[in-house]
């Protein structure tokens, strides 16, 4: 008899499970429980459509219906999963699924603040399609914007609604991308949002909204749209009323083979904690990078393989008004403050020009290296420039996972040609910053 | 008393080894000796000013007069060495140099072909400021070119020529770029130089030169202007006549801390042979990343300090009318015609966008990647594509250099925006082709 599959959620993780499910066993019923009315779209497509870049938000769609349909795969839209029974290894959603291996995909949902007026009908989040729907119509009457949280979304809403000209308060009740950037970053970042006409507010705490009006400890803000991005949170509730461990960061706590701890059961993307290549410990990411690939993992070990999940080093990376920032690992405030000793890191943020002196089109990057004090090991990195960024924290997340000590990183064989890259790469440069500083210690 | 460095040549290796030789000791007495009238300049950039990006050949100057006078080093210009005397622990040009610690980083000279005409004057090459000024002067006055070699001084000249409005036709006796890249890259590199108005003969042997023609076996072209960049060899004539083993390349041998085999006498730069990393054997490899990281040694270990030149990978990077073309390692043809079985290559060709599908921009980027048969490590890579192939080189690079398996590099932990990156990277993409041609052999 055929293996049955069901998945629940036909998010990036989903879709991933199901194509991979397909890829090991052509024969298994593979399902797809999906709560929106869209196929598997890219949710971080989302700002650039409001913004406009991207003519319409259907462009998204990444996975259309008949990419399921090629592969034989069942993916059912508009379904609201109501429980999970492990016992009787049934989903409950319009009608029962029986299933051989779940895969829980349910990713994550914006945090809700809990302040008066969050449910005001002007306040809105950014997480779907329907919500990017709102948001661009909301924005064709709004001449002001309150955007409050400056993380990824938040900043390339406040560009996209700029772009559409409103008039944008970016609020923050920590400091800009404090999650991956340290503070000398994180000014940088801020200088250059309010060369771009974004007014910042940080360390501001949002005390309640009114009809058109952001309320904060010494001010109130005049806004005739406001978007909450204030972070996401695991969608947990099926698995933790159907038994399964949820970890201490809130997510479902999975092995390397991204099992639960129930039978047959597995978990990817958003939802599950993920550990961290550098610490060990358990982690949350939200990233698309990891939903794909525990995807991968998760649906392919449902039908009965063997893969592993590699431990995450939370590689991202953004791009606001022609500015990239990108990071790898923990910023260093976290290791210091949180990580309570493990790593011990040394660090140097140096400025280097993307392309010899005599070549006209260089512009600076900036590089912060970490290295632990002990082993000399790479273990962060934060950059920001206007080129060539991404494919750096690439090389840099490399660098991390296989263990590069910082001496290592200056002798690496990078390639020169003045129109592309100079004899020393920046990061080579940042290596031998941070080297010296060791020497010193 | 004050250590005496001598260093034959300043050019990227001289110079890099006289400022690290400072930087370890303050108080030695540091000499270079530089046949040409310019200080250290960079030679990579001279297709640029020829072709005019760079406004001046003078811009090309990396470290001026004022550097070498900063850091106290003696650096002496037009004056040509005649002898090494090792048992007197002298060198001989203008004067008799005493030195406690000799560094030779002598460079490479053009090859010159063994044909007739090869002395006339209207056939030039490209490897000094003085070459370059002859190259613009001549092509004021020239419709048409025949460059002679198609590697990459060969590819920039070409294209320098053709900017200041030449016909130009690039000769080469093999194929082009074959060093550093496969039949199957080399193919896309000629449509694209050939769609740039360039002619392309391959596997065309030249046969003597006349007076504005260049003679082929069955045709002959008519050129105003004659480039010949056929390769280089390094100069080794003084450190073979001083005695120095000259390895089996034609470069003088040198251990890993760049000592020849005679006493206090390094040697670093493009005379120098060097160590693949991939299979341990002696190679020559002229290029100036590589002469920069060796004179930091040569330099360190001349004043007694005690580094090691790792060995070389060959990353090396051109942009030519828009396109960058990158490689790391050997090429396939090189490992099963003259490697005899120590790698055995398994690879694949791919072709993916830089940008998700619905991002404006995307543009495609060709990727081989090679893994070793046996043990699964990533052994080679050749790039093609119109933005950011150096710096995936160089993630390459680290890959090759700390033994990643080509299964660990489908699950490396990228980063991903839509504006800058997809959620699988070209490189991840490329990784899970030859993931799955393995798994079927």
């Known amino acids: 008899m055929p293996k049955k599959i069901i998945i629940i959620g036909g998010g990036t993780a989903g879709a991933s499970a199901a194509f991979a499910a397909r890829k090991a066993d052509r024969k298994a019923e593979i399902t797809v429980l999906e709560q929106e009315s869209y196929p598997t779209y890219s949710r971080c497509g989302l700002p650039f459509a409001i913004k406009g870049i991207i003519p319409s938000l259907e462009n998204l769609i990444v996975f259309p219906d008949k990419f399921f349909r090629q592969q034989k795969i069942n993916h059912i839209k508009e379904v609201t999963v109501k429980k999970i029974i492990p016992d009787k290894k049934t989903v409950v959603a319009d009608q029962d699924y029986n299933y051989d291996s779940l895969v829980i995909t349910a990713g994550s949902s914006p945090v809700k603040l809990p302040i008066p007026g969050i449910d005001l009908p002007h306040v809105l989040t950014l997480r779907t399609i329907n919500d990017a729907k709102k948001i661009v119509e909301s924005a064709q009457s709004s001449k002001s914007a309150v955007v409050i949280g400056a993380s990824f979304i938040g900043i390339e809403v406040a560009e996209a609604l700029k772009s559409k000209g ?16 340290d503070e000398d970053i994180g000014r940088l970042i801020n200088q250059h949002l309010t060369e771009q006409g974004i007014k910042i507010l940080e360390k501001s705490l949002v005390t309640g909204i009114e009809e058109k009006k952001v309320l904060l400890k010494d001010q109130t803000i005049e806004a005739d749209i406001i978007i909450v991005s204030a972070g996401v949170k695991p969608n947990v509730t099926l698995a933790k009323e159907a038994g399964l461990d949820i970890g201490q960061t809130g997510g479902i706590k999975v092995n390397e083979r991204l099992e639960s701890n129930l039978k047959d059961i597995y978990a990817a993307g958003d939802c599950a904690e993920v550990v961290s290549a550098l610490t060990g410990e358990p982690i949350l990411i939200g990233l698309g990078t990891i939903a794909a690939r525990q995807g991968v993992v998760a649906g392919a070990n449902a039908i009965g393989g063997d893969k592993k999940a590699p431990p995450v080093l939370n590689s991202s990376i953004l791009k606001t008004f022609g500015l990239e920032i990108g990071s790898v690992g923990f910023t260093e405030q976290y290791l210091r403050e949180k990580q309570s000793g493990k790593l011990d890191p040394v660090s140097m943020l140096i400025k280097y020009p993307s392309l010899p002196h005599y070549y006209p089109g260089g512009v600076d990057i ?76």
């Open 366 to 441: 900036h590089i912060k290296l970490m290295a632990d004090k002990k082993t000399h090991r790479l273990i962060g990195a934060q950059l920001l420039g206007k080129t060539s960024i991404a494919p750096r924290i690439n090389t840099l997340a490399l660098a991390v996972e296989k263990g590069m000590t910082i001496e290592e990183l200056t002798q690496s064989d990078f390639c020169y040609s003045p129109p592309v890259a100079d004899v020393w790469d920046p990061i080579a440069i940042a290596a031998q910053a941070v080297s010296r500083k060791l020497e010193k210690i």
């Open 166 to 181: 409103c008039e944008v308060t970016l609020v923050e009740a920590a400091r800009t991308m404090w999650r991956v950037v």
